[in-house]
């Protein structure tokens, strides 16, 4: 089975650091590129960044870049996102997703593979 | 990097059809036949509807298709069904950076 599973997420104080994780299994994971997407409560899906099957190419949206770095171990088959700096506005639930191509940059071949997230809270 | 624009809400019934609209601009939408739309149950996660601006991936209804015209891209859903009463999304490549619109809550009367 095709899976997608997220950990490491939980209650932080602003400005404090969080490193979440996602497992994939059921699929060659070096042949995709992979994304963290999130979605605060009660709001719409905000992408956060993407990363290559090799790590060559990496990008963040605005709102996270210089805090947050993307990373992935093919070996392990796991994706990770370091979150420093954390503000309240960085509460949410951030989900990994697959991509259907081993690049995400320049091509739009969707997401397809989705796990059930990890919940972030950032507050005092 | 702003979000694209969707509208709020759309409603049909059983039957018909509806289209949900998602406009960007000259540096996503515009630039690159490359938006896709995600369908979001409650408390669920994401699923892929369309991709590439108008292709469905294996197991995708043919009841939804995709289109795109200028800044933009458009999703229709004929025949519209209980089961369709979701939130739907739009996503774009914006240069280096990908972009989701606002949402769209979709509701079969």
């Known amino acids: 089975e095709v899976q997608l599973v997220e950990s490491g997420g939980g209650l932080v104080q602003p400005g404090r650091s969080l490193r979440l994780s996602c497992a994939a299994s059921g699929f060659t994971f070096d042949d995709y590129a992979m994304h963290w997407v999130r979605q605060a409560p009660g709001k719409g899906l905000e992408w956060v960044s993407g990363?290559?099957?090799?790590?060559?190419?990496?990008g963040y949206a605005d709102s996270v870049k210089g805090r947050f770095t993307i990373s992935r171990d093919n070996a392990k088959n796991s994706l990770y996102l370091q979150m420093n700096s954390l503000r309240a506005e960085d509460t949410a639930l951030y989900y990994c997703?697959?991509?259907?191509?081993?690049?995400?940059?320049?091509?739009?071949?969707?997401?397809?593979?989705w796990g059930q997230g990890t919940t972030v809270t950032v507050s005092s | 990097q702003s979000a694209l624009t969707q509208p709020a809400s759309v409603s049909g019934s059983p039957g018909q059809s509806i289209t949900i609209s998602c406009t960007g601009t000259?540096?996503?939408?515009?630039?690159?036949?490359?938006v896709s739309w995600y369908q979001q149950h409650p408390g669920k996660a994401p699923k892929l509807m369309i991709y590439?601006?108008?292709k469905r991936p294996s197991g995708v209804s043919n009841r939804f298709s995709g289109s795109k015209s200028g800044n933009t891209a458009s999703l229709t859903i004929s025949g519209l069904q209980a089961e369709d009463e979701a939130d739907y999304y739009c996503?774009?490549?914006?240069?280096?950076?990908?972009?989701f619109g606002g949402g769209t809550k979709l509701t079969v009367l």
């Open positions: 996503c774009s490549y914006a240069g280096s950076s990908k972009v």
């Open positions: 000259s540096s996503d939408v515009g630039s690159y036949n490359l």
């Open positions: 990363i290559s099957w090799n790590s060559g190419s990496i």
């Open positions: 590439e601006g108008s």
């Open positions: 997703a697959k991509e259907r191509f081993l690049e995400w940059e320049r091509v739009n071949y969707g997401m397809d593979v």
